[in-house]
């Protein structure tokens, strides 16, 4: 059954033609798909989650929310605004080694309310751990906790995007490729889903930023499989799906290659690119145009917004046209 949905964002997203910047690629039939204004706080791509997620939240009567990622993270900013428009309460287990610095993402999870409990130490891995151990406290003590685990990627939370897929498929014609990041999942997997649904023939190409390609192809398919069940729709197709590895330097460190490709996009289409996500998904994008990639081709602009802002000082002085 489709979870509940608790609207928190302006839907649909535009999609938008990106002609200056095709024809700096010598490519045409090059769109974005503009999730950086899905029109709920700054949260992009994450507001699609957490509308199921919430919206199991409160059918579940669940009176605290516990999540948690990365002290840069745009999904624990997110989370914390929309519990809030779902009068719940919230605590977000944040990893990171010493004191947290006071990231725009972090700072706005606290203004918005929530508790921030710090991991302590750079194991992301284990954040789902404590998410899972504060919630069975909280539970002992009589609260009504639901735990999300980073990123919001579920079953739950990746009907999101299977939506986004059918969104996406009303607002133009059936594009030969999309190109994402992919970081916990759920967004890769929710699309997959989704555009498996709608009989297209579309490849989703993700850009890995976080998990080995092995791994993070795993548990995509895993969720994408759970997800369509949850939906009543046919299994997803592992054949439409290609995971690139564009890990590069490391988690959040956009290397000069990808900063020049978030400058291209800038610079041709005045959209900002985060280091963690954007900058790597359009790097890998902006290469396979460059080699020919055949269109329509979807660049999905994810978001990132607050965390993009807060690097931008760590650009390179703009040198002109690309
Ligand atoms: C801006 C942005 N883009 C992409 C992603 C990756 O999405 P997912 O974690 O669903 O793979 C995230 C995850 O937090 C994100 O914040």
Redo the contacts with the bound molecule.
């Keep these: 059954m489709i979870p509940p949905r608790l609207q928190l964002g302006v839907l649909p997203t535009p999609l938008v033609p990106a002609p200056r910047l095709a024809g700096a690629l010598g490519c045409d039939e090059l769109w974005i798909k503009r999730d950086d204004l899905a029109g709920f706080g700054v949260a992009?791509?994450?507001t699609r989650?957490l509308e199921h997620l919430l919206g199991d939240a409160l059918a579940r009567d669940a009176d605290v929310l516990i999540t948690g990622?990365g002290p840069d993270?745009?999904?624990v900013a997110a989370a914390a605004m929309a519990a809030r428009v779902a009068g719940l309460a919230c605590e977000l287990v944040v990893w990171g080694a010493g004191a947290l610095g006071p990231t725009p993402n972090l700072t706005l999870a606290a203004a918005a309310g929530a508790d921030i409990v710090p991991l302590g130490d750079d194991r992301r891995e284990r954040v789902d751990l404590v998410v899972a151990e504060r919630a069975a406290a909280l539970r002992a003590a009589g609260r009504r906790p639901v735990a999300v685990p980073r990123?919001?990627?579920t079953a739950v939370g990746a009907v999101g995007?299977a939506r986004a897929a059918t969104e996406l498929l009303t607002q133009g014609p059936a594009p030969a490729y999309v190109v994402?990041?992919?970081?916990?999942?759920?967004?890769?997997a929710g699309l997959l889903a989704g555009l498996t649904a709608a009989g297209v023939d579309t490849t989703v190409i993700a850009v890995s930023?976080s998990r080995p390609p092995a791994e993070i192809t795993e548990k995509v398919l895993g969720l994408a499989r759970e997800s369509a069940a949850l939906m009543g729709a046919a299994p997803p197709r592992p054949d439409r799906l290609e995971v690139v590895d564009h890990r590069g330097p490391g988690f959040g460190v956009a290397a000069p290659d990808d900063r020049a490709a978030a400058a291209t996009v800038l610079h041709t289409e005045g959209l900002l690119l985060?280091d963690?996500?954007?900058a790597k998904a359009f790097a890998v994008a902006l290469a396979r145009l460059r080699d020919g990639l055949p269109g329509p081709v979807v660049l999905w602009h994810?978001?990132?917004v607050a965390?993009a802002l807060a690097h931008l000082a760590d650009h390179p002085a703009p040198t002109g046209a690309p």
Excluded: A, I, M
């Design positions: 992009g791509n994450k989650p990622g993270s745009n999904f990123g919001g990627s995007f994402l990041p992919l970081g916990s999942g759920g967004s890769t930023v985060d963690t996500y954007g994810t978001g990132g965390s």
